[in-house]
């Protein structure tokens, strides 16, 4: 599997140089992360897809940066799925029709399937997406290589189960970690014990 970058263009204090969302080109066209709904993301997303129809969208968590965009690839893109942990306190607020999500759901997507892995502490609804053949972690905003990750109570977040997470992402073990801020993250076990 080889997941491309696509750059959300949405940088601001809190999201650094913006998002990044990842494109799993394949049988099965998947978009991890929706962003914010720039229209530069939705042009650089076309042009990665060539002319294939991009067939779903899993959205790691409900907060804005990472969901938002949905609506906006809907109207552009009006056959796409959506697909994302519920919680229904936010989800009314981005006027998608989402698909449930939950933990150990399979999915396929691009040329392979990726498991729902829920890891809850930034956000109650956080997903992490887990490629067991490559070993890879599309990780949403459960880890940011050089900054640390924001738990915001206001918005769902509880430090003992972001603890609680990191712990399981380790059992997996992962090779490489996809974030949707900062760079790939290519020593992860050594960055979630840090």
């Given at each position: 599997?080889?997941?491309?970058?696509?750059h959300a263009?949405?940088?601001?204090?809190?999201?650094g140089?913006?998002?990044t969302t990842?494109?799993?080109?394949?049988?099965v066209p998947?978009?991890?992360d929706a962003?914010t709904?720039?229209p530069q993301h939705?042009?650089?997303l076309?042009r990665e897809?060539?002319?294939?129809?991009l067939?779903?969208?899993?959205v790691?968590h409900?907060?804005?940066?990472?969901?938002?965009?949905?609506?906006?690839?809907a109207e552009r893109?009006?056959?796409v799925?959506?697909?994302k942990?519920?919680w229904?306190?936010?989800?009314?607020?981005?006027?998608?029709?989402?698909?449930?999500?939950t933990?150990?759901?399979?999915?396929?997507?691009?040329?392979?399937?990726?498991t729902a892995?829920?890891?809850?502490?930034?956000?109650?609804?956080h997903l992490?997406?887990?490629?067991?053949?490559?070993r890879?972690?599309f990780?949403g905003?459960l880890?940011?290589?050089?900054s640390t990750?924001?738990?915001?109570?206001?918005?769902g977040?509880?430090?003992t189960?972001?603890?609680?997470?990191?712990?399981?992402?380790i059992q997996l073990?992962?090779?490489?970690?996809l974030p949707?801020?900062?760079?790939?993250?290519?020593?992860?076990?050594?960055?979630?014990?840090?």
């Amino acid at each position: 599997m080889k997941p491309l970058a696509v750059h959300a263009f949405n940088p601001s204090p809190l999201t650094g140089r913006g998002n990044t969302t990842w494109l799993l080109p394949g049988h099965v066209p998947t978009l991890i992360d929706a962003g914010t709904g720039e229209p530069q993301h939705l042009d650089a997303l076309e042009r990665e897809l060539d002319g294939t129809r991009l067939a779903q969208v899993l959205v790691t968590h409900s907060h804005i940066d990472h969901a938002s965009g949905a609506a906006a690839i809907a109207e552009r893109m009006p056959l796409v799925r959506v697909l994302k942990m519920p919680w229904h306190e936010h989800d009314g607020q981005w006027r998608v029709r989402w698909e449930p999500l939950t933990d150990g759901d399979t999915i396929a997507a691009g040329d392979g399937v990726i498991t729902a892995v829920h890891t809850p502490g930034h956000s109650p609804d956080h997903l992490c997406f887990w490629e067991q053949d490559s070993r890879l972690l599309f990780c949403g905003d459960l880890a940011w290589k050089g900054s640390t990750i924001v738990i915001p109570p206001k918005y769902g977040g509880d430090v003992t189960a972001y603890l609680t997470s990191l712990e399981r992402v380790i059992q997996l073990a992962p090779a490489q970690m996809l974030p949707a801020h900062g760079d790939v993250i290519d020593q992860p076990i050594e960055l979630l014990r840090e």
